[in-house]
T-cell receptor, first 114, second 115 residues
């Protein structure tokens, strides 16, 4: 199993550019998440999804969009990139089940907006 | 999800037990306590979770007070590789609640294990 795969690992964007961070999981998990982590800070939830076709906002959704057309994929779209979006982005997935919904994380995408 | 409070940092000697506390005084009856850790800049890693009873696995033990308002993660024999940020999270179980599936992190505790 590959687990949770994020691409790209690193990216430099210019202000105003757009990009899509890709996330795919091969564990047939219902739940998927996007987080951002600024230097020295904790993880902030951007968006999450409890199944294909269902998405919801987290703590810091502004400037981002998501879609969940399949169980496997949960791309994160940045429109009009800004320096404040310089961060490390983590995608995670977890299975639905009472209590034990352990989340598995990808290795992150390091994004710099200049 | 209920808020959690953790000390910002702790130290532990290698080979000794590391006891990481977490307060979650507003926890609801259907919320579980989860612990994750993040080593360096990697993605967080699940450690353990519990509802009411104490739990143990190959990585750690979780002690939850009877009133469920606080918990302690115990690493019985800390090693240098256990140096990480440890996050305590409470979240609803999947059986219900409008925020089911949601998983939010706080600031965590930076645990430093020294020789």
């Amino acid at each position: 199993n590959a687990g949770v795969t994020q691409t790209p690992k690193f990216r430099i964007l210019k202000i105003g550019q757009s990009m899509t961070l890709q996330c795919t999981q091969d564990m047939n998990h219902n739940y998927m998440y996007w987080y951002r982590q600024d230097p020295g800070m904790g993880l902030k939830l951007i968006y999450y999804s409890v199944g294909a076709g269902i998405t919801d906002k987290g703590e810091v959704p502004n400037g981002y969009n998501v879609s969940r057309s399949t169980t496997e994929d949960f791309p994160l779209r940045l429109e009009l990139a800004a320096p404040s979006q310089t961060s490390v982005y983590f995608c995670a997935s977890g299975r639905q089940g009472t209590g034990n919904t352990e989340a598995f994380f990808g290795q992150g995408t390091r994004l710099t907006v200049v | 999800d209920a808020k959690t409070t953790q000390p910002p940092s702790m130290d532990c000697a290698e080979g000794r037990a590391a006891n990481l506390p977490c307060n979650h005084s507003t926890i609801s009856g259907n919320e579980y306590v989860y612990w994750y850790r993040q080593i360096h800049s990697q993605g967080p890693q699940y450690i353990i979770h519990g509802l009411k009873n104490n739990e143990t696995n190959e990585m750690a033990s979780l002690i939850i007070t009877e009133d469920r308002k606080s918990s302690t993660l115990i690493l019985p024999h800390a090693t240098l590789r256990d140096t990480a940020v440890y996050y305590c999270i409470v979240r609803v179980g999947d059986a219900g609640g409008t925020s089911y599936g949601k998983l939010t992190f706080g600031q965590g505790t930076i645990l430093t294990v020294h020789p």
